[in-house]
């Protein structure tokens, strides 16, 4: 096993036992593949949800650039609720578990098709 599957083991364990969803590991791989190198870097593997800067990025780059969906309110409401189930004590929210989730909340699994 390399390292990428290593991550995907650990976000799957996320998913599982701190937002209490089954994960689609074919999905999640393809997600997870999606985030590039960033999942190799400490900072840029995990998304700062304090920072209302970091949203704006998730919401541009990856719900708008990425899934192809219109801005508006939905969107940052979609992403707290995704922090929301991830638990926002969480200290380590891994941008490829928020990017799983906002691609399901979406329905926009046919994006990794």
Known sequence: MGKRDDLIAKYADDLKNKCGMEPDMDLLTKVTIGCGPAIYNDDA??????????????????????????????????????????????????????????????????IYG
Do not use: C, W
Not at 49 to 75: I, Y
Not at 79 to 102: D, H, Q
């Open 45 to 110: 593997s995990t998304v700062a949800a304090t920072q209302e800067s970091e949203l704006e990025t998730v919401k541009n780059n990856f719900l708008v650039k990425k899934l192809g969906l219109a801005d508006g309110p939905e969107l940052m409401d979609a992403i707290n609720s995704v922090i929301e189930t991830y638990g926002r004590s969480e200290r380590n929210k891994y941008r490829a578990v928020v990017y799983y989730m906002l691609t399901k909340h979406f329905g926009k699994e046919a």
